[in-house]
């Protein structure tokens, strides 16, 4: 199975900018479609990205539109995260996850369907 390791958050000013990156290791990387997900604060986890195999296909939650740009790096096994004019109400813990289904399922993650490996998150905090 693939393992997956985030970083790149930290603390930053509304309006500022951060790059997440998940470093995927032990599997093919080009057999998963790959998103982030995020977990505020008494709250629950929620979607907030997906890229299909191939890099070419995405789907971002409403919130994030427009702001965050999710890509990946099938030559280096690398997912990113792009997150411009970045808002108090996108702290949260972000993770990176895998889902193994051969098809995308851009709709199944917006309605709630999780994805099958998950790494173990990384804080970013916004500040107003």
């Known amino acids: 199975q693939v ?6 958050g ?13 470093t995927a290791s ?3 990387f080009t057999d998963y479609t790959m998103g982030w997900f995020r977990q505020a ?21 409403d919130s994030v539109k427009g702001r965050f740009t999710i890509s990946r790096d099938n030559s280096n096994d690398i997912l990113y995260l792009q997150m411009n004019s ?9 993770y990176c996850a895998a889902d193994r289904n051969p098809y995308y399922a851009g709709t199944y993650y917006l309605n ?9 998150g990384t804080l970013v905090t916004v500040s107003s």
């Open 86 to 94: 970045l808002k108090p109400e996108d702290t949260a813990v972000y």
């Open 41 to 61: 604060p008494g709250k629950e986890r929620e979607f907030v990205a997906s890229v299909s195999w191939t890099g070419i296909v995405t789907t971002y939650t």
């Open 112 to 120: 709630g369907g999780g994805m099958d490996y998950w790494g173990k």
């Open 26 to 28: 032990g599997h093919t």
């Open 10 to 22: 930290g603390l930053v000013q509304a309006g500022g900018s951060l790059r997440l990156s998940c």
């Open 3 to 8: 393992q997956l390791a985030e970083s790149g």
